[in-house]
């Protein structure tokens, strides 16, 4: 339990909340790491906020009900709103700041990370791989898995149809590694 | 989120909800024909046995009501193939007229239960208050359906393939009573090969499946003549009831022995509560759990076993409704552990615990 890692990853749907923790998932497949997910369901909306949280351990993973998210993604403003009080004080926390204005995130006892995510990506070509970019800051920032690993976990969920997508996602994952 | 058949090993790791893996099980099951209807939150299994379904050329149908989906199981159960259903809990009480039937006229087929929370329309959160529907029958009648209680992926991947071979085995309707939580969890899984449970099963000589050159085959369930027809049957089912309480009773046991206190819990709760008991555990205190995989048959040998070489020790109930499944603990331990040592710690409604609840509750339980 104690060695397990939470993470809480939120945005709007669409900006590719669910899709990010796939990909983080099957990386942890590749890694030998056990990992177990859940994403909100139900009464969602387009445009509503997404939620998933991923559980990353070296050892046999328990309870798929977490307390407190140790790590987040954060995507857009309102999702800030709504789940920063939910995580661990002094969890490392990757804020999109091209959504998020990090003047209202000073306060918290949170271990911030900026990323002006949305507007890289649009200067990439792609607005949607936002999300990967921010992927890319949390795994510079924290370790918990290899480069390597994330790459061979998209092109799992980059498969069949939509390989096509893996090359952009690649860079922009470098893209948010190289930025910290 | 889709299945990734990227390799064509047999035990690669794929990711997928419990919901999915329940569908690609069904499939690797030689399930024919899957009759269902959508509802929250169990969609991801028609939704992933419709793309399928039609690649593997079997028979994907979305009914135009829960009560339809369930007579199209009868109809097709009646003509001898493997045939599944799912809802979530309103959609479970439509169909149980149908299970009735289909108990009545012993056939096989598998029923999966997503249970949410209610009574009435109630919420789309896990719930496990539909225990005693699934335990006890459901619909009208004396009759039982084998079910089966999954705590992982990869349990919903195994258990929904067993379900059908048990189904098939003893003719009667099996259940896998599922919930919220471990549908809708994403987990890696190994997609193992279908092995038949029995290496020979009873053949489907009661099919109707066109009686050219031989006897008709009748499926019914009403019998007026000769007066006692109904309760031969009844006799003969009750007969195979206690045949399958003999030979399926599937349980789990961790840190049962010499412990102070146990819990008993299964699905979702009983991975909440395990890592409660092991925090618990590390700090030195005797915590173990029992977790029934078939809730009916209901493992009460094996429960009253670790009861009695514990002595002494207390049980918690832990479920995801105010006390059904307790009953059953109850039942079983009654001659041997003080009912007043027998607790109960759940609610109903879409409530679900948390590791840290739990484990304030079993402190609070070891500190008396």
């Not at chain 1, 990506?121 to 370790?143: E, F, Q, R």
């Not at chain 2, 059908?164 to 997609?191: C, K, M």
């Not at chain 2, 009844?234 to 349980?251: A, G």
């Not at chain 2, 699905?267 to 092991?278: L, N, W, Y």
Request: some cysteine; hydrophobic content about 40%.
């Amino acid at each position: 339990m104690d060695n397990e890692t939470s993470i809480l990853i939120a945005g709007f749907g669409g900006q590719g909340v669910i899709l990010a923790g796939n990909v983080l998932a099957y990386a942890c497949i590749d890694a030998g790491k056990n990992v177990c997910a859940m994403a909100s369901y139900g009464a969602e909306v387009r445009g509503g906020t997404a939620k998933g949280v991923i559980s990353i351990s070296d050892n046999e993973i328990d309870s798929p009900i977490i307390e407190q998210a140790n790590l987040a993604i954060i995507m857009n403003a309102p999702s800030y709103m709504k789940y920063a009080k939910t995580i661990r004080p002094n969890s490392p926390v990757i804020v999109n700041s091209s959504m998020i204005d990090l003047s209202k995130t000073k306060k918290s006892d949170l271990d911030i990370v900026g990323v002006d995510a949305t507007n890289l990506a649009i200067k990439m070509g792609n607005i949607k791989v936002a999300n990967i970019i921010m992927l890319g800051v949390m795994i510079k920032k924290t370790g918990i898995l290899e480069p390597q690993s994330v790459f061979n976990g998209m092109k799992r969920a980059f498969s069949k149809g939509k390989r096509g997508l893996y090359y952009i996602n690649e860079i922009a994952f470098r893209t948010g590694y190289d930025l910290i | 989120m889709a299945a990734n058949n990227s390799t064509g090993s047999d035990t690669v790791k794929v990711l997928m909800k419990g919901n999915e893996a329940v569908g690609e099980a069904a499939i690797k099951a030689g399930c024919i024909c899957y009759f269902a209807y959508p509802i929250t939150p169990q969609t991801e299994t028609p939704e992933y046995l419709a793309k399928r379904m039609e690649e593997e050329n079997l028979i994907f149908l979305q009914a135009e009501s829960e009560l339809a989906a369930i007579n199209m199981v009868y109809g097709a159960s009646a003509a001898g193939v493997r045939v599944m259903t799912s809802s979530s809990s309103p959609g479970i009480s439509l169909k149980q007229e149908g299970l009735s039937y289909i108990a009545g006229a012993e056939l096989p087929c598998v029923i999966v239960n997503v249970v949410r929370g209610g009574p009435g329309l109630g919420n789309i959160e896990a719930s496990q208050a539909d225990y005693f529907q699934s335990t006890r029958g459901g619909g009208h009648g004396d009759y039982r359906c084998i079910t089966l209680a999954p705590n992982s992926v990869q349990e919903c991947y195994d258990m929904t393939m067993q379900a059908f071979d048990l189904s098939d085995y003893y003719r009667v309707p099996a259940i896998i009573q599922n919930d919220g939580i471990i549908g809708q969890l994403v987990e890696p899984f190994e997609i193992r090969p279908y092995k038949p449970m029995f290496e020979k099963f009873p053949p489907k000589d009661w099919a109707l499946t066109g009686c050219a050159g031989r006897k008709p085959n009748v499926v019914r369930t009403l019998y007026l003549n000769p007066p006692d027809g109904l309760e031969q049957l009844n006799r003969k089912l009750d007969k195979r009831y206690k045949k399958i309480h003999d030979e399926v009773r599937w349980s789990e046991e961790f840190n049962c022995d010499s412990a102070d206190l146990i819990i008993v819990a299964y699905g979702s709760t009983s991975r909440i509560a395990k890592s409660a008991i092991k925090r618990h555990n590390q700090n030195g205190k005797k915590v173990g759990m029992f977790r029934p995989k078939t809730l009916w048959p209901w493992p009460d040998v094996e429960l009253v076993k670790i009861a009695q070489k514990n002595k002494g020790s207390k049980i918690l109930v832990i479920e995801m409704s105010t006390g059904q499944m307790l009953e059953d603990v109850q039942l079983s331990l009654m001659d041997i552990v003080p009912k007043t040592d027998i607790l109960f710690y759940g609610m109903g409604g879409g409530w679900n615990p948390t590791p840290d609840l739990i484990y304030e509750k079993i402190s609070e339980i070891l500190k008396k």
